[in-house]
């Protein structure tokens, strides 16, 4: 895909559905569309990763990885899972890194956008990470 195209469409992703609603009366920030939800990003190890996942709240995706490129929608169970963490979870950023500082080292980072009231534990948090990791992976494979 050329980079004009690229752009045309992660912008119609990001813009498309607010511009939808500008008839409507405004929704709660809980349905904001086209606001990012999760972002997962993976870089560095031995593979030299450098990966991009951006969902948005209506389970819309962008995915980058090497050369792969993708836009699409999550299946509804998984959007359910992210719309009940979405309610529950306040935003946090988790950041892993399996060599800090030396060669080959990967880091994992996602920032999870929630407006929920409670503060997810490390293992919500890694909860999270690992479902997204798996996201990833899945759509990486075209599986």
């Known amino acids: 895909m050329k980079r004009p195209a690229l752009l ?3 912008l119609c992703f990001l813009f498309v559905p607010l511009l939808s609603g500008c008839d409507r009366t405004p929704a709660p920030p809980q349905a904001e ?3 990012p ?14 990966d991009r996942l951006v969902i948005g709240n209506s389970g819309e995706y962008y995915l980058k990885s090497g050369q792969v490129e ?3 929608s999550l299946s509804a169970d998984r959007v359910s899972q992210l719309r009940d963490w979405f309610a529950r979870l306040a935003l946090f950023t988790l950041r892993l890194e399996d060599n800090p500082g030396g060669p080959d080292n990967m880091v994992r980072q996602v920032i999870w956008a929630g407006l929920g009231k409670a503060t ?3 293992a919500e948090q890694e909860q999270i ?3 997204a990791g798996d996201l990833l992976a899945e759509l990486t494979t075209g599986s």
């Open 129 to 131: 990470l690992k479902w």
């Open 8 to 10: 045309l469409a992660v």
């Open 120 to 122: 997810a534990t490390q």
């Open 33 to 35: 569309a086209g606001k």
């Open 37 to 50: 939800l999760l972002i997962l990003e993976r870089t560095g190890g031995i593979a030299g990763f450098q």
């Open 70 to 72: 993708r836009i699409g």
